[in-house]
């Protein structure tokens, strides 16, 4: 299975929690703290690491400030014997 991680550019979220929506994991929350700019921005929340970096949040995030990283394994190559 991808693993994967985001990273959100809290100081220009507006906290709109469209991410959080569309999260399947359910692991974007909002934060506790304001930004610069007053609003409580979205952040990631995955101590098990459950992220598969399927990049939901960043296509409905109106501001684009989320950035998805992903890791897909490589399946290796089973040696023919001849």
Known sequence: ?????????????????????????HIIHIADHLNARGYRPAQLVDPGQECTGCTLCALICPDVVITVYREVPVKQAVAATA
């Open 1 to 25: 299975m991808a693993r994967g991680r985001i990273v959100i550019a809290e100081e220009q979220c507006k906290g709109c929690e469209l991410c959080t929506t569309v999260c399947p994991k």
